[in-house]
């Protein structure tokens, strides 16, 4: 069994940080890419950034200069550092890995961005 935990979700203003951390435990093999998904009421599942097992990043248009994510490969945790925050960010961010080809998820974490 895989468990993914995630934490740091919360509320704050716009123009606001947030760090998201998510932590695999169970049986870990070789994680590949490691990765935050989000999804807004009403929308679906989109990517926010996602990041291989040699560092390689990838990103979200509408993230781009705003988020960073990273991982600990010894630790097997991904970190989201998410920076001038907008309402439009307002979803349940969720942690995802891909391992042996199966992909996991964490339960979600909710993040809104409002006064």
């Known amino acids: 069994q895989v468990q993914l935990v995630e934490s740091g979700g919360g509320l704050v203003q716009p123009g606001g940080s947030l760090r998201l951390s998510c932590a695999a435990s169970g049986s870990i093999f070789s994680i590949n890419t490691m990765g935050w998904y989000r999804q807004a009421p009403g929308k679906e599942r989109e990517l926010v950034a996602a990041i291989t097992s040699g560092g390689s990043t990838n990103y979200a248009d509408s993230v781009k200069g705003r988020f960073t994510i990273s991982r600990d490969n010894g630790k097997n945790t991904v970190d989201l550092q998410m920076n001038s925050l907008k309402p439009e960010d307002t979803a349940v961010y969720y942690c995802?890995?891909?391992?042996?080809?199966?992909?996991?998820w964490g339960q979600g974490t909710q993040v809104t961005v409002s006064l």
């Open positions: 995802n890995i891909i391992m042996i080809a199966r992909r996991y």
